[in-house]
């Protein structure tokens, strides 16, 4: 092999680092944790790295590997079919129209970001539930698994951005 293919495929690996992160916490999300007071309860990972990877480098988690990511964690947890890929998707326009306002900027900026990121999309996903099945479903399960989520970000996105810096930047 040339050095130049070595060099694409190098690069191609690189790409491919937010994708393989991604899938890889799906699998992981796919593990439940039980908790006091709580059927199970996992941090929405997947919410995380979708976030992440859309403020950061867009380019390198496009909407429709979001889509096949949506539908995996649909089919691995249960979840109305289609919500997972409407959800990740909704979150990606939302974020993509915002970057301007959360891409290099201070850390808080972005953390609070997530937030709300989180907090939209738990009280719409907890809506929807609600209505699909007709009974008004407990909220506080809901926003705890949100206040998880948002209170782990730091660590996911320190990760994140450790493997930016480690494996995505080109010589």
Avoid at 27 to 54: E, N, Q
Avoid at 58 to 63: D, H, N, Q
Avoid at 108 to 128: E, K, M, P, S
Avoid at 147 to 164: R, S
């Amino acid at each position: 092999m040339t050095a130049g293919v070595l060099h694409r495929l190098d690069g191609w690996a690189r790409d491919l680092l937010p994708t393989l992160l991604t899938v890889a916490l799906l699998l992981l999300s796919a593990v439940r944790v039980p908790m006091a007071g709580f059927r199970t309860m996992t941090p929405a990972v997947v919410l995380i790295a979708v976030y992440h990877w859309t403020v950061h480098r867009p380019e390198l988690l496009p909407p429709g590997v979001i889509f096949v990511v949506g539908l995996v964690q649909d089919l691995l947890t249960g979840s109305p079919f289609g919500t997972g890929p409407l959800t990740l998707l909704a979150v990606h326009v939302l974020v993509v129209s915002q970057r301007r306002i959360l891409h290099g900027k201070a850390f808080l900026i972005a953390w609070w970001g997530f937030g709300l990121v989180a907090a939209t999309t738990f009280l719409v996903l907890w809506a929807a539930g609600s209505a699909l099945s007709g009974v008004l479903l407990d909220p506080r399960e809901v926003a705890f698994r949100c206040l998880v989520t948002v209170t782990v970000y730091p660590l996911f996105a320190a990760l994140f951005l450790g493997v930016q810096r480690a494996f995505m930047t080109r010589a």
